[in-house]
């Protein structure tokens, strides 16, 4: 699918299938946030498998369409919409790994009381890491994709994206 090649990236697809990409996008990114999560509450042992997991995947895909030499269609593809997927999850697997602490380090708090508090601290990382992932997924279905945008474009785009995601915590309004 990535060969240079290939007419477009995947089949040629519609506008129609593009929405049916997005939504595809949104439950797969989703589902691996919440992965990474939710399974915090095991010692947090769950999030530090699913962001390794992912993160060797992930990697492993990179170097072997690389080998082939398809590095010219697939880098392009995932740029811009990387930096706020893989931001989104990373900031949910740091939740989770703050879930397990609550879990493993009550403090002077009941395991339920601790994890309660915990849950409450996290809920806005990873309210806001779905926002962003909703953010990648329309990147990725209707941007990515596009075979009309120049790898050029895209990695621009996708330059921009990085430091408007650095700004954005790098950026803190109490600051005087």
Known sequence: MYSPAAQAIGRPRDIASN????GFYIKNNI?????????GVVFGLG??????????????????????GYGSTFFPFVATHSAFELTAIVLCGAA???IGQSVLLPGRRTRVAAL???????????FGAAIMLVVAAAVEAFWSSAPWVTPTAKFACAGFCWILVLCFF???????
């Open 96 to 98: 989770g790994l703050r």
């Open 116 to 126: 309660e508090l915990a849950a409450r601290e996290t809920s806005l990382i990873v």
């Open 47 to 68: 999030s530090l498998y699913f962001l390794l997991a992912n993160g060797i995947f992930g990697g492993g895909i990179a170097g072997y369409v690389a080998s082939l």
């Open 170 to 176: 790098l950026h803190r309004p109490d600051a005087k």
């Open 19 to 22: 929405w049916l990409m997005f």
């Open 31 to 39: 589902g691996i946030a919440f992965q990474c999560y939710a399974t």
